[in-house]
């Protein structure tokens, strides 16, 4: 199961939870996010970076054109959308593709089969935000089918990452608020303290 670590917002953050044992960070694009970066910011971190880190540039709502502009231009290795893309969006952007879904109580899954060679995510759905909530959805909705196919996101933290890697198994957790200690700014300890305590189910449960 790989670690995201999402709403990286300066470098001694991403250098930190690299260090750690994050496999991807997040960088959002979004300017109505409390962990907005610019793309110009996003890029001098980028650069900082071990080429082995997975790096993910979040977008909501934006032209296909524009992010594989923005994807060319800072370097990204994948595309993640956030907001209410439709399918053909996703076929036109350049690189692999995470496609989020917000789950509500009554969410759809058969539309995840409208898109094709994407990545799910799935995360809480709020009617104020696209994500970063910090609130989790009710995992039992998620088809046993699916359940090993999709990057899990929302209210991910150290109290319940045990209870996503026996009982879920995601190829990914999604990871930021509880990181925090305050929007767009990591806590060391919290961040060290989750990444020990993954390694330690990997470990013993392996």
């Known amino acids: 199961m790989k670690v995201k670590v999402c709403g990286i917002t300066n470098l001694a953050d991403a250098l930190m939870c690299e260090k750690f044992g994050a496999d991807a960070l997040g960088f959002i694009f979004y300017k ?6 610019a793309t110009e910011k996003a890029k001098g971190i980028i650069n900082r970076l071990s080429p082995f880190t997975i790096k993910i540039g ?3 709502d934006e032209t296909s054109e524009y992010i594989n502009k923005i994807a060319e231009e800072i370097k990204i290795n994948l595309v993640q959308l956030h907001g209410n893309e439709t399918p053909e969006i996703a076929e036109r952007v350049s ?3 995470i496609k989020s879904f917000r789950i509500s109580y009554d969410f759809d899954f058969s539309i995840l089969t409208n898109y094709k060679n994407v990545y799910y995510l799935l995360d809480s759905y709020s009617k104020n935000e696209f994500g970063g909530t910090g609130n989790k959805f009710n995992w039992q909705m998620i088809p046993e089918e699916l359940k090993d196919k999709i990057i899990l996101a929302g209210g991910v933290s150290i109290n319940n990452i045990e209870e996503i890697y026996k009982n879920i198994n995601p190829i990914a957790v999604d990871i930021s ?3 925090e200690r305050e929007p767009g700014k990591k806590d060391q300890q919290k961040a060290k303290s989750f990444f020990t305590k993954l390694n330690s189910l990997k470990e013993n449960l392996c």
Request: charged letters at 20%; hydrophobic letters at 45%.
């Open 58 to 60: 979040v977008f909501v």
């Open 95 to 97: 690189l692999p593709v």
């Open 32 to 37: 109505k996010s409390k962990r907005y970066i």
């Open 177 to 179: 608020s509880s990181l």
